[in-house]
């Protein structure tokens, strides 16, 4: 009798952990139009980890050619990693080679754009795009590298502020966390770099529509979509206040589970989760961070109370509020009450307390990027390249070796610790490639990852 195959269980839809684009984006409809349609040519992307702001850029990239009449070349540059003059041209050049095919299609080819200085590329491609009547969209991702740059290279963000905003034809988009502040402060021959790029443009939580959206899972086909109901959409994002990557995780737990209860606890206990509040909320400022302390401890709190309770001025005290909400910190509850924003970083705040976040939460922000960032962490430091660059060179120095220690009649035995010599090298060579870097200003110790970037 023929054993009937068991039917391999439908995909889990959700995506956690990576940027999305094309039907598996959902939402950010305001944002796009923003910087498609509206009238700055300079934005900052400005919001959270977890938030969505690769996607958002990809998504970008993907809708600008569709237009029937395209009034831009978007173009993806990714700043990860950067901390030279140098590896910021190796990265627009890889840019470049990613939109190879793209530009093909409008019969420019990449030899015809790079050059061997950056700005000199960058020139190139606007004038050849302009030649198409086009406009070139920069879509601009860790961009918080810059203060990397800024403190190894003053005078580079001076050239790059110049090219960016000096240019007829260059729309930019730079996407980041509030670290990208302390660029404020910096001046060059006129102006701080952000001159121009605000007020930033914020991303945040989604609206309704488009939460519900996403949950559903609405651009696939009904048959494919998962068995949600209208309650328990509810309540998926009553507590995840409408964040993207929230609502993602506890679909996921949900639809593995089949319980909502335990997907809701599963994220609220998960490390990674408490990983990233703990990181936003050590980029906020002491002030800011007392606020959300202050909210913390009720339900709601009027703004009265909130001022009363911390000795603030009104329009100080008004200004941090602004910047929370759209943070999405917290949420205005109506009225003049506010909370904070969603229940899983309720729980985090609470359960932990401000405190904690120097005691209970360092465990995890040491073993996170562990298990989340090593190979970001490992191609930032350029380990993998120093891998490869030694075993080449090893290799190299073996076969000379064998030609020369052949013709001097060397015993055989000293081929064979140049052998072990340059084996026991290797993880040396790792290590060092770890914990130091080669800058312009001689050589220094490595940061981490999670010091520089969203």
């Not at 015809?112 to 030649?131: C, G, I, M, N, Q």
């Not at 013709?407 to 052998?419: C, D, H, I, Q, Y």
């Amino acid at each position: 009798m023929p054993v009937e195959p068991i039917a391999a269980p439908p995909p889990i839809p959700y995506v956690v952990g990576q940027w999305v684009r094309g039907d598996r984006f959902y939402g950010r409809s305001a944002q796009i139009a923003e910087i498609l349609r509206g009238e700055r040519d300079l934005v900052w992307l400005l919001g959270t980890r977890r938030v969505g702001k690769t996607s958002l850029l990809k998504q970008i990239e993907l809708v600008s050619g569709l237009d029937p009449e395209p009034r831009y070349f978007a173009m993806y540059w990714d700043f990860q990693g950067v901390d030279s003059a140098a590896e910021l041209h190796l990265n627009f050049t890889d840019a470049l080679l990613d939109a190879e095919d793209r530009l093909q299609e409008l019969g420019i080819g990449v030899d015809e754009v790079t050059a061997d200085d950056l700005f000199v590329a960058l020139e190139r491609l606007r004038r050849r795009l302009r030649s198409q009547g086009m406009r070139l969209l920069l879509l601009c991702d860790e961009v918080e590298e810059l203060l990397g740059l800024q403190r190894a290279d003053p005078s580079l963000l001076r050239k790059l502020r110049h090219a960016l905003q000096s240019r007829d034809g260059i729309r930019t988009v730079l996407a980041s966390t509030i670290r990208l502040w302390a660029l404020a402060g910096h001046t060059d021959d006129t102006s701080p770099f952000l001159h121009g790029f605000t007020p930033p443009l914020y991303i945040d939580r989604l609206t309704d529509d488009e939460a519900r959206s996403l949950v559903s899972q609405s651009h696939l086909q009904p048959e494919e979509r998962p068995d949600i109901d209208d309650e328990t959409m509810t309540v998926i994002i009553e507590h995840c206040d409408n964040h993207p990557y929230l609502m993602q995780l506890v679909c996921k737990r949900y639809v593995e589970t089949g319980e909502l209860e335990e997907a809701i606890a599963q994220v609220a206990t998960d490390r990674m989760v408490g990983y990233f509040f703990s990181v936003d909320f050590d980029m906020l400022n002491t002030t800011e961070q007392r606020v959300v302390r202050t909210i913390a401890e009720t339900p709601t709190l009027a703004r009265e109370e909130i001022k009363e309770r911390m000795s603030i001025r009104a329009d100080e005290l008004d200004s941090h509020l602004r910047q929370l909400i759209n943070l999405g910190f917290i949420r205005h509850k109506g009225g003049d009450r506010f909370a904070l924003a969603n229940y899983f970083f309720q729980r985090w705040l609470r359960g932990m307390g401000a405190d904690a976040a120097a005691t209970d939460v360092q465990p995890d922000v040491a073993t996170a990027p562990q298990s989340a960032g090593l190979l970001v962490e490992l191609k930032r430091r350029k380990v993998f390249r120093v891998a490869i660059a030694y075993v080449v060179v090893a290799w190299l120095l073996l076969q000379i070796g064998d030609i020369v220690f052949d013709f001097l009649e060397v015993p055989n035995w000293a081929g064979k610790l140049l052998l072990v010599l340059l084996v026991l090298g290797l993880p040396v060579a790792l290590v060092l490639s770890w914990a130091y870097e080669l800058t312009s200003q001689g050589i220094r110790r490595e940061t981490s990852v999670d010091d520089r970037r969203d």
